[in-house]
């Protein structure tokens, strides 16, 4: 009995020792986990728009590509597809890679289909970042400043028109008819409109891919009609004396609302006024006086306290 006791003994020292190191090296060595969610630095989309098609076959399909940075190698990072309106447009993933070792280079592609008119936002995620790609799928896309005030004029309830870019700046101040409702607007990379744009009709009004620039009055967008709402994504506005206005519900049960993403505001006296932002994510500011107005007053930052007895300036000013 002593003699099973003085055999066994060493034994379980020598197996809990021999766990204790396998387990120190699991942790120390190569074998540890990277979370990708603490190392991706940011994502990146080849195209920040993409105009496809129902009708046309040559624009039907297009396809981006997804690119990433990360803060420590060896993490294992997928890029996930997505897209808001799976009716409008539909997107799936692929990844190739060519090469071996340090020369291997991975390509992550997102081919998106067209589904049905309307705006789609695409979106690559890795990690805990993303990036996005506006999708219009519409038969309007206008290459000059007569062409896009003609179709805004002419526009019906959920009509998309696209912006074409390299045909120079629009000049021209754009109405949206005021018998369509849920317009979207939205310009390929690099699109500058001279001037205004308003939304006559009200509802779910969308814009994106655009830089306004203004003469220093007026306001640079517009939605009429309480209880509309209204979407800027990678929208640009400056030298405008407002920014961006929604018009103040008479009752609380039809508030505007407004939605920023991706935009900034420069040169601008008022940046926006609205009954309530929904979301207003990585937005700048640059020579802006007052960030936010309601029926409150004015605010110099967003969700500030109201500025009393502030008179607006005049057209001359």
Same mark, same amino acid.
């Given at each position: 009995?002593?003699?099973?006791?003085?055999?066994?003994?060493?034994?379980?020292?020598?197996?809990?020792?021999?766990?204790?190191?396998?387990?120190?090296?699991?942790?120390?060595?190569?074998?540890?986990?990277?979370?990708?969610?603490?190392?991706?630095?940011?994502?990146?989309?080849?195209?920040?728009?993409?105009?496809?098609?129902?009708?046309?076959?040559?624009?039907?399909?297009?396809?981006?590509?997804?690119?990433?940075?990360?803060?420590?190698? @060896?993490?294992?990072?997928?890029?996930?597809?997505?897209?808001?309106?799976?009716?409008?447009?539909?997107?799936?993933?692929?990844?190739?890679?060519?090469?071996?070792?340090?020369?291997?280079?991975?390509?992550?592609?997102?081919?998106?289909?067209?589904? @049905?008119?309307?705006?789609?936002?695409?979106?690559?995620?890795?990690?805990?970042?993303?990036?996005?790609?506006?999708?219009?799928?519409?038969?309007?896309?206008?290459?000059?400043?007569?062409?896009?005030?003609?179709?805004?004029?002419?526009?019906?309830?959920?009509?998309?028109?696209?912006?074409?870019?390299?045909?120079?700046?629009?000049?021209?101040?754009?109405?949206?008819?005021?018998?369509?409702?849920?317009?979207?607007?939205?310009?390929?990379?690099?699109?500058?409109?001279?001037?205004?744009?308003?939304?006559? #009709? #009200?509802?779910?009004?969308?814009?994106?891919?655009?830089?306004?620039?203004?003469?220093?009055?007026?306001?640079?967008?517009?939605?009429?009609?309480? @209880?509309?709402?209204?979407?800027?994504?990678?929208?640009?506005?400056?030298?405008?004396?407002? @920014?961006?206005?929604?018009?103040?519900?008479?009752?609380?049960?039809?508030?505007?609302?407004?939605?920023?993403?991706?935009?900034?505001?420069?040169?601008?006296?008022?940046?926006?006024?609205?009954?309530?932002?929904?979301?207003?994510?990585?937005?700048?500011?640059?020579?802006?006086?007052?960030?936010?107005?309601?029926?409150?007053?004015?605010?110099?930052?967003?969700?500030?306290?109201?500025?009393?007895?502030?008179?607006?300036?005049?057209?001359?000013?």
């Amino acid at each position: 009995m002593n003699i099973r006791k003085k055999v066994l003994f060493p034994l379980l020292v020598l197996v809990l020792a021999f766990a204790a190191f396998a387990f120190t090296a699991c942790n120390n060595g190569q074998q540890e986990e990277i979370d990708p969610a603490a190392v991706v630095s940011s994502v990146t989309l080849s195209r920040s728009s993409a105009f496809l098609s129902t009708t046309d076959s040559e624009r039907s399909t297009t396809s981006v590509t997804a690119s990433f940075t990360v803060s420590e190698s @060896g993490a294992d990072v997928e890029v996930n597809w997505s897209s808001s309106s799976a009716g409008v447009a539909t997107v799936k993933g692929s990844v190739q890679t060519t090469g071996e070792g340090d020369e291997a280079t991975t390509v992550y592609t997102g081919t998106i289909t067209a589904e @049905g008119n309307g705006v789609a936002v695409i979106t690559a995620s890795a990690g805990n970042k993303s990036a996005t790609c506006i999708v219009a799928v519409t038969d309007i896309v206008v290459s000059t400043a007569e062409e896009l005030t003609a179709a805004a004029s002419a526009a019906t309830d959920g009509t998309v028109i696209a912006l074409n870019a390299g045909a120079g700046a629009y000049a021209a101040d754009v109405a949206v008819s005021s018998g369509a409702q849920n317009v979207s607007l939205v310009g390929a990379d690099g699109v500058t409109v001279n001037g205004s744009v308003t939304f006559n #009709g #009200g509802g779910s009004c969308f814009l994106s891919g655009v830089t306004l620039t203004g003469t220093g009055s007026g306001t640079a967008v517009t939605v009429a009609g309480a @209880g509309s709402s209204l979407t800027l994504r990678n929208v640009r506005v400056s030298a405008f004396e407002n @920014g961006v206005s929604l018009a103040l519900a008479a009752n609380a049960e039809t508030p505007t609302s407004l939605n920023v993403y991706d935009s900034s505001f420069s040169e601008v006296w008022c940046a926006v006024s609205a009954d309530s932002l929904a979301s207003f994510l990585r937005v700048s500011f640059s020579e802006v006086t007052y960030q936010f107005r309601d029926a409150n007053g004015y605010y110099t930052t967003i969700g500030g306290t109201p500025v009393a007895d502030v008179t607006p300036p005049s057209a001359s000013e």
